[in-house]
């Protein structure tokens, strides 16, 4: 059992990772200062007071950019490259002390989880923000945060039942993906169709027959008299 519950704090930390890293570090820090986990040695370093803060901060500030419209695509399309390193590097980490071989196995699961997670949120996002209403936006991003907060505590709590709700989303995001990636190409031919028409140059007005001289028509063409 020992085992299916640092498989679960493992995974779930790469989940949450691609949806919220910031909250997920911070919300880690906390339960190990309050007690309620005892995190492996790799992992005390996120209840440091200085990555507690750090990881305050910016979750602050995505608290605020992640609920306006465009902002928030622009943060996850910046975090892309934050999100997914991070959740795989805390996946690892989340192990413990074990061989090489299984800290990289659980890097690239954690890895592809974290990367999983986020690109169902940010192109859940992107499609959102056709709407030009903002509380679509803050609704969802309200959601992502009660996602994370629970699917850890899940993880933490009921290490097998957050394991099988993992392997769901991973069946949901494998079917949701290539369907939400057409719907973005849809979306975004339609919001280029202006540019195309700006593009498109306009044929010049062609004069009647009747109307050209005949001085301009080569002699080859004129009928034989």
């Given at each position: 059992m020992e085992a299916v519950q640092t498989i679960a704090l493992s995974m779930g930390l790469a989940w949450a990772s691609g949806i919220n890293l910031y909250a997920t570090v911070f919300m880690l820090g906390v339960l190990q200062h309050t007690g309620h986990v005892a995190l492996p040695a790799e992992l005390i370093v996120v209840s440091d007071?200085?990555?507690?803060?750090?990881?305050?901060?910016?979750?602050?500030?995505?608290?605020?950019?992640?609920?306006?419209?465009?902002?928030?695509?622009?943060?996850?399309?910046?975090?892309?490259?934050?999100?997914?390193?991070?959740?795989?590097?805390?996946?690892?980490?989340?192990?413990?002390?074990?061989?090489?071989?299984?800290?990289?196995?659980?890097?690239?699961?954690?890895?592809?989880?974290?990367?999983?997670?986020?690109?169902?949120?940010?192109?859940?996002?992107?499609?959102?923000?056709?709407?030009?209403?903002?509380?679509?936006?803050?609704?969802?991003?309200?959601?992502?945060?009660v996602l994370v907060i629970g699917g850890l505590w899940t993880a933490l709590q009921h290490p097998l039942v957050f394991l099988g709700l993992l392997l769901l989303f991973a069946l949901l995001t494998a079917w949701a993906l290539p369907r939400l990636w057409h719907t973005l190409k849809r979306i975004a031919a339609f919001l280029m169709q202006p540019v195309r028409r700006l593009r498109t140059p306009v044929p010049e007005p062609q004069p009647p027959p009747s109307s050209i001289p005949a001085s301009s028509i080569p002699p080859s063409s004129l009928p034989p008299s």
């Amino acid at each position: 059992m020992e085992a299916v519950q640092t498989i679960a704090l493992s995974m779930g930390l790469a989940w949450a990772s691609g949806i919220n890293l910031y909250a997920t570090v911070f919300m880690l820090g906390v339960l190990q200062h309050t007690g309620h986990v005892a995190l492996p040695a790799e992992l005390i370093v996120v209840s440091d007071p200085l990555v507690m803060v750090a990881a305050g901060l910016m979750y602050v500030i995505e608290f605020v950019a992640d609920k306006v419209p465009g902002v928030d695509s622009g943060w996850d399309a910046l975090h892309t490259f934050v999100r997914i390193p991070a959740g795989a590097v805390l996946a690892a980490r989340a192990l413990g002390d074990v061989s090489p071989a299984a800290e990289l196995a659980a890097g690239l699961l954690g890895g592809a989880f974290a990367a999983g997670s986020h690109a169902l949120k940010a192109g859940t996002r992107l499609a959102i923000n056709t709407s030009p209403e903002p509380f679509s936006n803050i609704a969802a991003s309200l959601s992502e945060d009660v996602l994370v907060i629970g699917g850890l505590w899940t993880a933490l709590q009921h290490p097998l039942v957050f394991l099988g709700l993992l392997l769901l989303f991973a069946l949901l995001t494998a079917w949701a993906l290539p369907r939400l990636w057409h719907t973005l190409k849809r979306i975004a031919a339609f919001l280029m169709q202006p540019v195309r028409r700006l593009r498109t140059p306009v044929p010049e007005p062609q004069p009647p027959p009747s109307s050209i001289p005949a001085s301009s028509i080569p002699p080859s063409s004129l009928p034989p008299s």
